[in-house]
């Protein structure tokens, strides 16, 4: 099998693969399967999958840098809008399901829960970069400015799981798990940024 060849097979899984969160909802809410509140699970389902592959985005750079593997880089695009997909599940079940459009509320909600404040804030950095994340957008930007506007992800990353640590409040395993995956996923990329001459 070619590179060409392997690299569609390689994409192909992943796009298969990442399906499997929403197919699950979909077929545990037609077998009743979500427990007593099936909005709030939805929505703390659709969540957390988010941030996996908000998470996961980041990991081609680090992982090339420490293993030399650079298969997964190619399709970094793709677990990046997959990442924006379930975010938008996620908010879109939290309007449209769990407040039904009552705009009143929803502002309301974001203005006094600051989990919700800063979830909000998360989706909104989410928004240019899944709008930018095109080639063309890349040549209209120019690789520099295009570069710059997609570190964004971190700090979506960091109201992500700050987010979670607020909404979850009680059990913080899942929370800090998240944190210790990012902060583990920051620390390789400023190491391996730093100058040579001011290494050990």
């Not at 060409?4 to 994409?11: D, E, F, S």
């Not at 600051?114 to 709008?131: E, R």
């Amino acid at each position: 099998m070619d590179v060409r060849a392997r690299r569609r097979l390689v994409a192909l899984l992943i796009f298969a693969a990442s399906l499997v969160p929403l197919l699950l909802v979909v077929a545990d809410a037609l077998r009743g399967r979500l427990g007593a509140n099936p909005i709030e699970a939805i929505l703390n389902r659709f969540g957390y999958w988010t941030l996996v592959f908000v998470l996961l985005a980041l990991v081609p750079t680090p992982l090339q840098r420490l293993s030399g593997w650079t298969w997964i880089a190619p399709h970094r695009r793709m677990i990046g809008l997959f990442a924006f997909f379930y975010a938008c599940l996620h908010v879109g079940t939290y309007i449209g399901v769990d407040q039904f459009f009552d705009w009143r509320a929803i502002v309301a909600d974001v203005v006094k829960r600051k989990f919700i404040t800063i979830g909000m804030l998360a989706f909104a950095l989410l928004v240019p970069l899944a709008l930018t994340s095109t080639d063309g957008s890349v040549r209209r930007l120019g690789y520099a400015r295009w570069k710059r506007l997609h570190r964004l992800v971190y700090a979506a990353a960091l109201c992500g799981v700050v987010h979670f640590t607020w909404r979850v409040k009680a059990d913080l395993r899942e929370p800090l798990l998240f944190a210790a995956a990012l902060a583990a996923l920051l620390a390789v990329r400023l190491i391996g940024r730093r100058p040579l001459s001011s290494r050990p």
